[in-house]
DNA sequence: TATGAATGAGGGTTCATTCAT
DNA sequence: AATGAATGAACCCTCATTCAT
């Protein structure tokens, strides 16, 4: 009966990374111990080790587990032909919702990715920069589509609305703020969405005879 | 003759600060050991103890001038009445011109403080939500006075504003990009406020007859 | 049906011994871990506890069977009462052979054994005791039988025996040279037993008129 | 003052040495822990650190003491164009007098490097052949000058003549055994001389009219 | 028989900090 | 002021061994 073997691991693996999500959020990856790991586990530190094979390894299932998200949301974003105001709506839900649902997942992402250089391998910073390479490209097709202003360049747009999209989840975060309401969720996206899009929405000339 | 040891103290001071700077900047404050920044400073590494306390003290001091000067400029912003364009200009030139001339310093604000939770002590918390406190304070009076929109909380018209900026500064950081002359510096600049104003400037119902 | 299992039983155990063998020869002893022994031998590492009880007890287990085979050759030498030289030279083949076939275990007899003190137990240093003991016997019987000089102790001559047999395995064993064909095997055995004797042989005086 | 200082130092290192060398000839190179190391030199462990990179690196400069002493013997031996007799008899001289002075430091060179392949990093395995080809070279010369046989190869004689040596030693080192008085020790040195000479040594055609 | 999850003692190494000089 | 020897808490990781299944 190979069945119960695997939910007993795939059971344990996921109390495990519970486990270090919590405890890295709390403590950060520099600080967390695997035993403190282990320890709200409830198994001996050893086990750490017998499912992953380093607290390095570790902290790279964590991330793989959230940049799997977050590339599956792009994919499907660009594939889904909608309105320019849709798409950018669609990525701050995922941060929001993914901040509702685990925040110390995108809390992690805030600050022992996005922002720190020290934690940054080689291959985390190559997803990184494919991240924001793929954000670019969805600003690049909304001003291909003159649905964005074309006067500065993708990047510069991207950062701006990636960067307010940050720093509302990255305040929260710091702050230890949760999300009560979707109302209180849908204000923010909204806030972000309007404040973005009508600056940097292509601007319409209304001079009319 | 007590100046020349004045000197030479401050110059010591001096030399420890620049060495702790640029070091913290390569390694992260964590992976930055007291012996790499006495090395660098070219003194033994007990003399820093002689001048800062501890490591975490050391640590605090860099930051202090990173503080100092930002809430000094600040001040300056909300004591001289510019127009709200003017002032959010100030801040952003302050970034960049940090960024241009003490690079470290605004990366380990970045990458340290701005958003890692780990070397947040309640101190620096507090420093931080400060800095916003006041950035807000900034944006509530562009509100009042009609130059920025008012139907959004000053709060989140800062998280946008503050995000972009330091979204362009972080990833500069990320990049380890350098500001090549004043013109990209002031391109940088100009897309901001363009982008956040056009945007969050309070909406002229376009008089129709 | 009992003899499947008899079977089975026994090529396991002699698949554990053939892949702690080789890989105890590879990393040593200490480096050995019970899981690459198992892996080599593809069963799973508990099963290793099955069959012998520890790894220690392994290790004796492996050495059994060199002390075997070696107290049976010695044995046969001495009740064989072959001229010196013969007896010697059996000795002698009998490393040789044991290096071109099993040199694994030749190996570890040199390394872990004849000239480790680490991994020596009193047990294990009661065999090589021992079988030094029987080897001085034989040098002990070719003095009294006025093959070889008495002149000196028969400890010293069988320390220069066996050092210089092992010295010359040892040399290709950590030289992983192979003895190629049994010419060079001839060889070998020649000048240990040609310098060895020449010395060691009681010197005749020369007769003069 | 530097000069208390380097006294000091130089005393430290020793003591660490002299602790290090009687802790590996007690447990085997592997079985030392650094803990054990200091504890007898009544030191903490940090302070290994202080001196001596890693284990590994302590382990090395033991070896390297070791290596010195041999290597400037050989250069004496091969610069005083002393009869054959009398090279051996220095080389046999230097090994039994180690033991009789530092009898750890022979046991780790036995022990651990001349008959272990598990220590053996590729630059430990350099320094071992270097040795074993400058004593081949000094047998060589031994054959060209009509003083050794010249029907085998000088590795071969050498491999004779050092493993005869090395016996002596190792079984010595095993059995704890001390040498009590020099004429112990000019017996052994005769032994190996004599058995190795008298046949090693060019064989004389008798044959007289 | 056979598996591999689970345990935890053990050991190497780092490095902030202290302090005698 | 300055040095760097000395300390030892911390922490990662290994791996022999046990045991439920």
Chains 1, 2, 3, 4 share one sequence.
């Not at 209180?184 to 601007?203: C, D, H, M, P, Y």
Request: proline share 3%; aromatic share 10%.
């Amino acid at each position: 009966m190979p069945i119960p073997r695997e939910i007993t691991r795939k059971e344990k693996e996921e109390a495990i990374f519970a486990a270090a999500l919590q405890t890295i959020k709390e403590k950060g990856f520099h600080k967390t111990r695997i035993s403190d790991i282990a320890q709200r586990a409830r198994i001996s530190y050893g086990l750490v080790y017998h499912y992953f094979g380093s607290k390095e390894d570790l902290f790279d299932a964590l991330l793989d587990r959230w940049w799997e998200g977050l590339f599956e949301l792009l994919s499907c974003v660009r594939e889904a032909h909608d309105p320019m105001r849709e798409r950018l709506a669609s990525i701050i839900r995922y941060f929001l919702d993914t901040y509702q649902e685990k925040p110390e997942l995108i809390n992690i992402f805030i600050t022992e990715i996005s922002r720190s250089t020290t934690n940054l391998t080689p291959n985390r910073l190559e997803k990184f920069k494919e991240f924001l390479s793929i954000t670019e490209q969805v600003v690049q097709e909304g001003q291909d589509e003159g649905a964005l202003r074309a006067d500065f360049k993708a990047r510069y747009l991207t950062n701006i609305f990636l960067g307010a999209l940050e720093t509302f989840v990255s305040t929260m975060v710091l702050a230890d703020q949760h999300l009560k309401d979707n109302a209180q969720k849908r204000r923010i996206a909204e806030s972000i969405l309007e404040v973005f899009l009508n600056g940097a929405r292509q601007q319409l000339t209304t001079a009319k005879p």
